[in-house]
C-alpha cells in the first residue's frame, strides 16, 4: 500500500519521487525509453528481472534501464514500511542539460561485455548524504527550482559515475542513446500506454496481426486487447490513488482516448467508477 507519494518534475517530466509504502506492496515502475536510479531510505524492496530477484536493502541503491527491465518493486515479507527514492533519467533531458557532450558516462564503452539491464549499488557514503538533500527538497518543495534540479540530476550523475560499479553504470546508460534492436516483448512493454492499434503495434514487429495475436498469446498467454486493456486500468488505479491528476487527463495519460469509455471500462473491473474509487480511498 501506497501512504505517502511527492514528486518534482523538471520540464514537463518527473525527475525526482519518494515514496512510502506498506508492506505487502508492489509498485510498477514507469514503462518507457529511459533509466531509474533507485535508492532505499528505509525497509528493503524485492527486484524482479527474467524471473530473477535482486534485493534491495536499506542504503543501497539499484540502477535499472527501464526499456529492457521487469519493471516491478515487491515486498511481502517485511513488517517495517519502506521509503524509496527515485531519479529518472530522460535522454531529452540529458541532452539538453549537456549541450555540448554528453558525460562519459553516458557514451557507449569500447568493449561491450553484456546487454545487463539492472546494477545493484553497494553502500555508498557520498550517495547517502545526496539522498539527504533531496529528502530536504521535499519537506521544503518551495525552495526547489528549475536550476536546483538541473544541479542535483547532475551531481547524480557524477556520483554514479565514481562509484565501484562505474562500468557497468555506464554500460546501463549507455543504452539509452544506442540503437537497439528491440524484442517482441521490449516493443510490447514500450507501446503498453500508448493509443497504438493491434494492426500498427503488428506492423512495429514486421508481422501481420493474425502472426502477432499468435505470438502475443504464446509470450503472455493471453489476448493483445486484453492485456493491454488490463495494464492501463492497472496504472490508472495507481494513478488514482497517488495522484491530484484530473480524470480525464489520467485517462489520456493511460492510453484512453475517450473519458466514457475508460469510464466503463474501469466501472467494468473494479466495480466502482474512478470518482468513486478516488473518494473511497481518500
Not at 42 to 50: A, K, L, Q, R, T
Not at 240 to 260: H, K, M, P, Y
Amino acid at each position: 500500500m501506497i501512504n505517502d507519494y511527492k514528486k518534482h518534475d523538471l520540464y514537463g517530466m518527473t525527475l525526482i519521487q519518494k515514496i512510502e509504502l506498506t508492506p505487502p506492496f508492489k509498485f510498477d515502475f514507469p514503462i518507457t525509453e529511459q533509466a531509474c536510479f533507485l535508492y532505499v531510505k528505509e525497509g528493503e524492496i524485492d527486484y524482479y528481472i527474467d524471473n530473477e530477484n535482486v534485493n534491495v536493502s536499506t542504503n543501497y541503491s539499484l540502477l535499472v534501464n527501464c526499456m529492457d527491465s521487469g519493471k516491478q518493486l515487491h515486498n511481502s515479507n517485511s513488517n517495517n514500511n519502506c521509503e524509496i527514492v527515485i531519479v529518472t533519467f530522460y535522454p531529452k533531458i540529458l541532452k539538453k542539460i549537456y549541450e555540448k557532450e554528453l558525460p562519459l558516462l553516458f557514451q557507449r564503452p569500447e568493449s561491450l561485455i553484456s546487454n545487463k539491464s539492472s546494477e545493484r549499488i553497494n553502500n555508498d557514503f557520498l550517495i547517502q548524504k545526496y539522498i539527504e538533500g533531496l529528502l530536504f527538497y521535499f519537506e521544503n518543495p518551495s525552495l526547489i527550482n528549475e536550476d536546483i534540479l538541473v544541479l542535483k540530476l547532475k551531481e547524480i550523475i557524477l556520483l554514479l559515475s565514481q562509484t565501484q560499479n562505474s562500468e557497468s553504470i555506464q554500460l546501463i546508460l549507455s543504452q539509452l542513446f544506442s540503437p537497439t534492436t528491440y524484442s517482441f516483448r521490449q516493443i510490447i512493454e514500450a507501446n503498453l500506454f500508448s493509443q497504438l492499434t493491434i494492426e500498427e503495434l503488428a506492423q512495429q514487429n514486421n508481422l501481420s496481426v493474425s502472426s502477432f495475436k499468435r505470438e502475443f498469446s504464446k509470450i503472455y498467454h493471453d489476448t493483445p486487447a486484453n492485456y493491454i486493456k488490463t495494464k492501463k486500468l492497472m496504472k490508472a488505479a495507481e494513478m488514482l490513488q497517488v495522484s491530484d491528476q484530473r480524470i480525464t487527463e489520467i485517462a489520456f495519460d493511460c492510453g484512453f482516448n475517450d473519458l466514457a469509455n475508460f469510464t466503463k471500462s474501469f466501472t467494468s473491473k473494479y466495480g466502482i467508477s474512478p470518482t468513486n474509487y478516488r473518494q473511497k480511498l481518500k
